[in-house]
């Protein structure tokens, strides 16, 4: 069996830049760079991040069907975290009319008098067997942070959020993988992260869960790691009270058990498929990047790389697995 090759990819809207990490000006063909940076990985499954569709920025281009047609996806989706169009400085201008989380996918692509939009996308070559999206509101205020182009430190505010599930039909069955771009602030991205391990409670497992995460070295394992924990208390508390009815009714012990688990089932932990620095892409020195992964053995994880790419200050992580 060939192994499966996923990757994430924070795209910063296609943008070229030098080798000491500065942006370019975009070609005269904007969306080139990309398609070949997205072909060059030749992912069979493809998280993207910080993705434009119809911005003037990046040449009206639809980002995601660009990068289908480089990788080849049988589908796709792209969920819009926020429709507008970028500040002068940093921020956005949202569009005046309201709206709320919108996904598009391939019936969309030639939609191009749509409104300018920004968000996450999942997209892959293996059949889908469902698909489900949700947005996160932006926490209630910003940082100051480093900007490509600019120097010292610019206050920006945080940004709409978005995360989209697709249960994928492998080889050996069906499993889920999920594309999601978290906030930048301490904490409010732990909270998004619970809520995405929630959220996909009801698909099958494997889970994937591929993104920025903006959180660095065992914290997103962690966290959903104490997720899982948290769902299963629920069980364990019950657990406590039939003990404790039984002393009290001077009836049979119960059996004995570890609190919120079944008989002869295991619970493997979340881990992390690939560690290695991703940012800046230029001098990798933090790793903002993941895929981590539950119910999926060590032994599945083939090589992992982090190829330097022409687009992004960003490296893509790319992991190849055994599905």
Known sequence: MSPLRIATFNVLHGRPLAADGSPLPFPAQPAEPLHEAIAALDADVLALQEVDRY??????????????KAMGAADWRFAAALHGTPAPVA??????EPRGLTVYGPEDEER?????????????RLPVRHWRARRFAPAPFGLPLRV???????????????????????????????????????????????GIRRWIADLPRPYLVLGDFNLVGPVPRTVLGG??????????????RELRAARRAGGAPLPRRRL?????????????????????????AVQFDHVLAVGLPHTAVGTVT??????????????????
């Open 91 to 96: 921020g956005w201008l949202p569009d005046p």
């Open 227 to 240: 997720a899982t924990a948290l769902d299963r208390a629920p069980a364990s508390r019950q657990r406590l």
């Open 306 to 323: 982090a190829p330097r790419v022409a687009v992004s200050d960003h490296r893509p992580l790319l992991v190849e697995v055994e599905l």
């Open 55 to 68: 911005q003037q920025r990046s040449g009206l281009a639809d980002q995601t069907a660009v990068a289908a």
């Open 112 to 124: 191009a008098t749509d409104r300018p939009s920004y968000g996450t996308a999942l997209l892959t």
């Open 260 to 284: 919120g688990r079944e008989p002869g089932t295991r619970l493997p932990g979340w881990h992390d498929l690939a560690r290695t620095p991703t940012y800046p892409s230029h001098r990798p």
């Open 148 to 194: 490509a182009g600019r120097r010292g430190l610019t206050p920006v505010p945080d940004e709409p959020r978005a995360a989209l599930a697709a249960v994928l039909e492998g080889e050996r069955g069906p499993f889920t993988v999920v594309a999601t771009h978290l906030s930048f602030v301490p904490g409010w991205n732990m909270a998004q992260l619970t």
